[in-house]
């Protein structure tokens, strides 16, 4: 049975260590970049957001060590890219309660906020409840929370939802492993979820209805699956490629610079530690 309390895939964190640096390359490649924000002063942290329809991606940068960021800043000290994924919780304390009574050690509801710049000039305020699952579960490299937004009126801003690449939601995370089926499976029984094997070997995880799914494969199936991009740059566990769906996909093309009839994706060396990959949706 599925979670109650969790119900799909809600953003996908982009960790790097040098946030506006990350902003401006993302920005090049055709996206709107919200202004930035400053978490509460315990998390340590600040970002920027890249908004869709019912999904976003955070670029997440640390302003000060805090215990909060620990587990982010060891994974920095290696690496650039999607450190985690967050889920979207209706309920944050109700999800702990139900992952606990799985026999999952979350933790939480921690209450957290950022200011928010909104269009006419005017300040605002973001705030969430968060809960975790045990830093020390990564299956295939990737760590995961889930997201209760109290104000979605003050993150899902109209004018942050129009890009240039056309870019409209997230349709699949794909993880790099050396056991796909068993990493698919570990995460299935985190969030309640049944993987199924795809017809090139990789094992996809749904995170809810009209979100996206976690993919888990190997080097070669992404290699296969996104054809003339360079994999430099990727990790041998983790998350690798971010695919998005596009309503224009010749402006995709456009933003990114690709020539017509080629992959329509950059490697992860101009998308901080991403292969980004963009498809028809």
């Not at 991606?57 to 999607?82: C, D, F, K, S, Y």
């Not at 006419?120 to 969430?128: L, V």
């Not at 090139?200 to 080097?219: E, K």
């Amino acid at each position: 049975m599925a979670l109650q309390h969790v119900i799909g895939l809600d953003h996908v964190v982009v960790s790097v260590r040098d946030l506006d640096t990350a902003a401006s390359a993302w920005r090049a490649l055709g996206f709107t970049i919200s202004p930035r924000g400053t978490h509460s002063p315990h998390m340590g942290s600040a970002n920027y957001t890249i908004m869709f329809g019912e999904d976003y991606m955070e670029l997440l940068g640390v302003l000060a060590p805090t215990e909060h960021n620990a587990a982010m800043r060891e994974w920095l000290a290696e690496q650039e890219g999607i450190e985690r994924a967050a889920f979207t919780a209706l309920d944050a304390a109700a999800g702990v309660a139900e992952l606990q009574a799985m026999g999952v050690a979350a933790i939480g509801p921690i209450a957290f906020g950022r200011p928010v710049e909104l269009p006419d000039g005017r300040m605002a305020e973001a705030r969430f409840n968060v809960m975790r699952w045990p830093v020390g579960l990564r299956p295939g490299g990737l760590r995961i929370f889930a997201c209760q937004h109290l104000t979605r009126e003050n993150v899902w801003v109209p004018s942050l939802l129009r890009h240039a690449n056309g870019a409209t939601r997230i349709l699949r995370l794909e993880m790099l492993t050396a056991d796909p089926r068993a990493a698919a499976a570990e995460m299935g029984g985190l969030i309640a979820q049944s993987p199924r094997q795809e017809a090139d070997g990789a094992w996809a995880l749904p995170t809810g209805p009209n979100r996206a799914d976690l993919v888990f494969l190997d080097r070669a199936i992404l290699a296969a699956r996104h054809p003339g991009v360079p994999l430099e740059g990727l990790p041998q566990e983790g998350a690798a490629a971010l695919v998005l769906g596009t309503s224009d996909l010749a402006a995709a093309a456009r933003a990114l610079g690709v020539a017509p009839g080629a992959t329509v994706a950059v490697p992860a060396a101009r998308a901080t530690g991403v292969l980004l990959r963009f498809l028809p949706g």
